[in-house]
């Protein structure tokens, strides 16, 4: 005996939640090849991070190295630590802008609440 579900289009057959209609795969599958495509280049970079020098260019390329430590050294003393002053200032910008984007917008939300106004 087959269950219908009403819609205010159509009378439509209820499926178990096992069975897939063949034209939700398609989508899917296209979809998750895009997100495969779109990490890829991320998961490089973050793996090519923990690579030495001389790593980097003679191991496979989504192979953790061992340079990790070396690289975030380096990179803490680049300049007399001037990246440590450039990641702050980063978090006070955008942390700042989010706050008063929060603010602005939590106004702007309760304006239509104010008797009066509209």
Same mark, same amino acid.
């Given at each position: 005996?087959? *269950?219908?579900?009403?819609?205010? &289009?159509? +009378? &439509? /057959?209820?499926?178990?939640?096992?069975?897939?209609?063949? &034209?939700?795969?398609? %989508?899917? =599958? !296209?979809?998750?090849?895009? =997100?495969?495509?779109?990490?890829?280049?991320?998961?490089? !970079?973050? *793996?090519?991070?923990?690579?030495? /020098?001389? #790593?980097?260019? $003679? *191991?496979? %390329?989504?192979? /953790?190295?061992?340079?990790?430590? *070396?690289?975030?050294?380096? +990179? +803490? #003393?680049?300049?007399?630590? !001037?990246? !440590?002053?450039?990641? $702050?200032?980063?978090?006070?910008?955008?942390?700042?802008?989010?706050?008063? @984007?929060? =603010?602005?917008?939590?106004?702007?939300?309760?304006? &239509?609440? @104010? /008797?009066? =106004? @509209?």
């Amino acid at each position: 005996m087959t *269950t219908y579900l009403f819609t205010a &289009r159509r +009378l &439509r /057959p209820k499926y178990d939640a096992g069975h897939r209609r063949p &034209r939700q795969i398609a %989508p899917n =599958v !296209v979809l998750w090849l895009g =997100v495969i495509y779109c990490l890829m280049p991320i998961v490089w !970079v973050v *793996t090519a991070a923990t690579k030495s /020098p001389a #790593e980097l260019f $003679t *191991t496979a %390329p989504f192979v /953790p190295g061992t340079g990790l430590w *070396t690289n975030l050294q380096a +990179l +803490l #003393e680049f300049r007399g630590g !001037v990246y !440590v002053s450039w990641a $702050t200032n980063s978090l006070l910008y955008a942390g700042g802008g989010a706050l008063a @984007c929060t =603010v602005i917008s939590a106004a702007a939300g309760f304006v &239509r609440d @104010c /008797p009066g =106004v @509209c």
